[in-house]
């Protein structure tokens, strides 16, 4: 079978492209593949990060960067490489309204053999977008199936479109960083945090995810958890000035480590691998690639009731849900947390990474 992937690929980088990557080698090993990529993806000036690549090993499937989304002359060239292609299914991924224009034209002009499943990773989206419904809509509308990865999406997914067909799916086990170079000892050491109980924030820093709410959080925890120490790892997307601020508030500056830029693939197993809880001290969320890296290194978490955190962090089994979204509630979910039997606890996440594999994910959206 030919099957085509419209959006992000090598040589960018962040969870949608190491998604679609890892989706697109699953299926690569029964089917013929290839990628229709980015030209370039955002404007610089409205790319709020450092660097919008990665420095990763290229995949062995064909990759054609063709389109730019805000760059109309080149969807024609995109639509005629698809159709001279003649993939039996596109795979679109679609997280964002950005996209939607330049989607919703493409699609349109495809063969009608082309059946065209789209991976929704958003509908409610996190940040602000004008006329988003709208743009989703003319985005989605000639899709075959929508494949969403969690319960909130699923339901965002229904009300938009009732009659489509579309699946619950998940977010399967990142387990491509665990390259078994650390233990849990050695990574601190490597970080010169020897017996200390690290608690780890990681991933690009957004205004949703809630960073600020758990460095307020980290006081009190301090309070009964002695020895603890804030971990964070990730790339500021804005100010950054809030966030150290924060630190200097809390009189604990010695106890946060703040490693403020992306991280290379072979350096995000240290981190994990240091941890002793992963914290998603998230506003609001739909699934969590993060979270899918942590349960690969045996890694579990605390989160709040937002999204489907609570369908993918199993209250009191793999991790803690906090009673709600408040500095005062994480402190008492992560305290909980350190209750816990660690060993049983990675029973169960090795129990329910055997549910969440691609080859599974790849299965499902044939069927």
């Not at 679609?20 to 080698?25: D, F, M």
């Not at 509308?141 to 067909?165: E, G, H, I, M, N």
């Not at 619950?168 to 170079?181: D, L």
């Not at 992306?262 to 994990?272: A, C, G, P, T």
């Amino acid at each position: 079978m030919k099957i085509g992937f419209l959006g992000p690929a090598y040589p960018y980088r962040g969870g949608i492209a190491q998604f679609c990557s890892q989706l697109a080698k699953e299926f690569n090993q029964n089917n013929e593949i290839r990628f229709f990529s980015f030209k370039h993806q955002y404007p610089e000036i409205l790319f709020p990060g450092k660097d919008q690549f990665s420095k990763v090993e290229k995949p062995d499937f064909t990759i054609i960067s063709r389109l730019t989304p805000y760059n109309p002359f080149t969807w024609y060239p995109t639509i005629k490489e698809i159709n001279d292609w003649e993939p039996d299914i596109l795979i679109i991924s679609y997280w964002i309204p950005f996209f939607a224009i330049s989607y919703g034209f493409i699609l349109r002009r495809l063969k009608k053999r082309t059946k065209l499943y789209y991976i929704v990773h958003n509908i409610d989206f996190h940040e602000k977008w004008l006329f988003a419904k709208s743009l989703t809509k003319y985005a989605l509308k000639k899709a075959d199936l929508l494949v969403t990865l969690s319960r909130s999406v699923y339901d965002d997914a229904y009300r938009l479109f009732p009659k489509k067909k579309t699946i619950h799916a998940f977010h399967p086990v990142y387990n491509c960083y665990n390259f078994n170079k650390y233990t849990n000892k050695s990574a601190k050491s490597e970080l010169s945090l020897d017996d200390k109980k690290v608690i780890l924030f990681f991933g690009y820093i957004k205004e949703y995810k809630g960073l600020e709410l758990l460095i307020r959080s980290f006081p009190d925890v301090v309070k009964k958890i002695n020895n603890a120490h804030l971990l964070i790892v990730g790339e500021v997307y804005g100010n950054a000035k809030k966030y150290h601020d924060a630190i200097l508030e809390t009189k604990l500056k010695d106890r946060v480590t703040f490693i403020e830029r992306f991280v290379k693939d072979s350096e995000i197993e240290l981190f994990f691998k240091a941890a002793d809880v992963l914290v998603l001290p998230y506003l609001q969320a739909t699934q969590s690639g993060v979270l899918q890296i942590a349960y690969d290194m045996g890694l579990g978490a605390v989160a709040t009731p937002v999204g489907s955190l609570a369908e993918l962090v199993l209250d009191s089994k793999t991790g803690i849900i906090a009673g709600e979204v408040s500095k005062e509630a994480i402190t008492k979910a992560i305290i909980k947390y350190f209750k816990m039997d660690r060993e049983e606890m990675k029973k169960n996440i090795i129990k329910e990474n055997s549910k969440h594999s691609w080859k599974s994910l790849a299965r499902l959206i044939l069927q």
